[in-house]
């Protein structure tokens, strides 16, 4: 089967783990600041606290934003589970807004409908890669004291404006994971605009350990000292995950010019095609595309995403709305809320996009996707 997205690792990305492996240091050590140094290079210098995923990131964010019981964060139902799941576990109520027409990212007018003087943070994704208007969004917050997220699992290395994703927001979380636009196998990282704010994340994901003692509400206790201030877990990202981060981070330019040289290539190839629409692009973003998701239109996307599998293509469907997870819909969530999501995840198929992904692969998706809505019996895979 061909997979909807897979990593790229080659020998110096193996290289770079072996050395750590052979030295003094698993987990936190040199490689930690290194790599989180490295991602300031893409985030317009923003600081970043690397975290051992990207729903790790999120429940640091949130809990560096000060999210608690009794507080709102707004987010967009059209992501993972964990952009919502995570304030959850903070306590927070979550509020669904709905995302906007062609790009799917948060929709400014619902965001600023669902802001009160509860919300803490209103967190928008950059769905498929495509950042979401960051500015107008910002006034979308008027009237609370919320900080603005950008969930940008999937949108590293774009630019909005020609600002850096990891600039936009208050604060930005990755996911390194091994389907993104750079991997780690699991990781993910915190960036924020504030210093106190990223020193709150810094802390959260150590247990929330104070080690300066000029902090420390007991600094004469000894050499051994730590206090624990506010509770935190550990979502540390080892050295060992760091340094391939780090190789990574260094063909991250090369991923993103592999990818967009692909979607390039379907755009083309599948202009002319009846039955469905192409992903659009604002005129000011420079998306880092993660996705190429398609809509099949006619209410035929579940027959083409069984027949593209059938022909050993691996398509996939992001995403569920997350207000129709069962958990969700327990806590007394509806359907119908999310028009714009609810009526997008009906038609949405997202296409197999990598870097590695052959040019003669690519046509085979593109002829099982012909062959598909003609309703004829599709190619059998090679
Ligand atoms: C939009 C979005 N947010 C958050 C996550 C969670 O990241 P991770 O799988 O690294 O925990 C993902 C990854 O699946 C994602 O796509």
């Given at each position: 089967?061909?997979?909807?997205?897979?990593?790229?690792?080659?020998?110096?990305?193996?290289?770079a783990v072996?050395e750590v492996l052979r030295g003094d240091w698993l987990t936190t050590g040199p490689q930690v600041a290194a790599f989180?140094?490295?991602?300031?290079?893409?985030?317009?210098?923003?600081?970043?606290?690397?975290?051992?995923?990207?729903?790790?990131?999120?429940?640091?964010?949130?809990?560096?934003?000060?999210?608690?019981?009794?507080?709102?964060?707004?987010?967009?139902?059209?992501?993972?589970?964990?952009?919502?799941?995570?304030?959850?576990?903070?306590?927070?109520?979550?509020?669904?807004?709905?995302?906007?027409?062609?790009?799917?990212?948060?929709?400014?007018?619902?965001?600023?409908?669902?802001?009160?003087?509860?919300?803490?943070?209103?967190?928008?994704?950059?769905?498929?890669?495509?950042?979401?208007?960051?500015?107008?969004?910002?006034?979308?917050?008027?009237?609370?004291?919320?900080?603005?997220?950008?969930?940008?699992?999937?949108?590293?290395?774009?630019?909005?404006?020609?600002?850096?994703?990891?600039?936009?927001?208050?604060?930005?979380?990755?996911?390194?994971?091994?389907?993104?636009?750079?991997?780690?196998?699991?990781?993910?990282?915190?960036?924020?605009?504030?210093?106190?704010?990223?020193?709150?994340?810094?802390?959260?994901?150590?247990?929330?350990?104070?080690?300066?003692?000029?902090?420390?509400?007991?600094?004469?206790?000894?050499?051994?000292?730590?206090?624990?201030?506010?509770?935190?877990?550990?979502?540390r990202l080892p050295d060992v995950l760091c340094a391939?981060?780090?190789?990574?981070?260094?063909?991250?330019?090369?991923?993103?010019?592999?990818?967009?040289?692909?979607?390039?290539?379907?755009?083309?190839?599948?202009?002319?095609?009846?039955?469905?629409?192409?992903?659009?692009?604002?005129?000011?973003?420079?998306?880092?595309?993660?996705?190429?998701?398609?809509?099949?239109?006619?209410?035929?996307?579940?027959?083409?995403?069984?027949?593209?599998?059938?022909?050993?293509?691996?398509?996939?469907?992001?995403?569920?709305?997350?207000?129709?997870?069962?958990?969700?819909?327990?806590?007394?969530?509806?359907?119908?809320?999310?028009?714009?999501?609810?009526?997008?995840?009906?038609?949405?198929?997202?296409?197999?996009?990598?870097?590695?992904?052959?040019?003669?692969?690519?046509?085979?998706?593109?002829?099982?996707?012909?062959?598909?809505?003609?309703?004829?019996?599709?190619?059998?895979?090679?």
């Amino acid at each position: 089967m061909l997979p909807y997205g897979r990593q790229s690792i080659v020998e110096e990305d193996v290289a770079a783990v072996a050395e750590v492996l052979r030295g003094d240091w698993l987990t936190t050590g040199p490689q930690v600041a290194a790599f989180e140094d490295d991602l300031a290079g893409w985030t317009g210098g923003v600081g970043c606290a690397v975290v051992s995923n990207g729903t790790a990131a999120l429940h640091t964010a949130y809990a560096a934003a000060g999210v608690g019981p009794g507080d709102e964060v707004v987010v967009s139902p059209m992501t993972f589970a964990a952009t919502a799941s995570t304030a959850v576990a903070l306590g927070a109520t979550v509020v669904f807004a709905d995302v906007e027409e062609e790009t799917f990212t948060l929709d400014p007018a619902a965001a600023a409908a669902a802001v009160t003087s509860r919300t803490k943070v209103v967190s928008a994704v950059d769905y498929a890669g495509h950042p979401a208007d960051y500015d107008a969004l910002r006034p979308a917050l008027a009237g609370s004291d919320a900080l603005l997220l950008a969930d940008a699992a999937h949108s590293i290395g774009a630019r909005y404006h020609d600002r850096p994703v990891g600039s936009l927001a208050d604060l930005t979380t990755f996911s390194f994971f091994p389907t993104k636009n750079l991997t780690t196998a699991e990781g993910g990282a915190v960036a924020a605009t504030d210093p106190a704010v990223l020193e709150r994340a810094r802390r959260f994901r150590n247990h929330g350990l104070v080690r300066d003692r000029a902090e420390q509400r007991r600094p004469d206790e000894g050499g051994w000292h730590q206090e624990v201030h506010a509770f935190g877990l550990n979502y540390r990202l080892p050295d060992v995950l760091c340094a391939l981060g780090r190789s990574q981070l260094r063909r991250l330019g090369d991923f993103l010019a592999a990818r967009e040289r692909l979607v390039r290539r379907y755009d083309e190839a599948l202009a002319d095609l009846d039955g469905v629409l192409l992903p659009a692009r604002r005129a000011w973003a420079r998306p880092a595309w993660h996705l190429y998701p398609i809509r099949v239109l006619d209410g035929r996307r579940r027959e083409v995403y069984d027949r593209m599998r059938a022909a050993g293509i691996g398509v996939q469907v992001n995403y569920l709305p997350v207000h129709w997870h069962p958990a969700f819909a327990d806590l007394g969530y509806r359907r119908g809320s999310c028009p714009v999501a609810e009526t997008f995840y009906a038609q949405q198929l997202s296409l197999p996009l990598y870097p590695g992904l052959a040019d003669a692969d690519q046509d085979r998706v593109v002829d099982a996707l012909t062959a598909a809505l003609r309703g004829a019996p599709a190619p059998s895979a090679a």
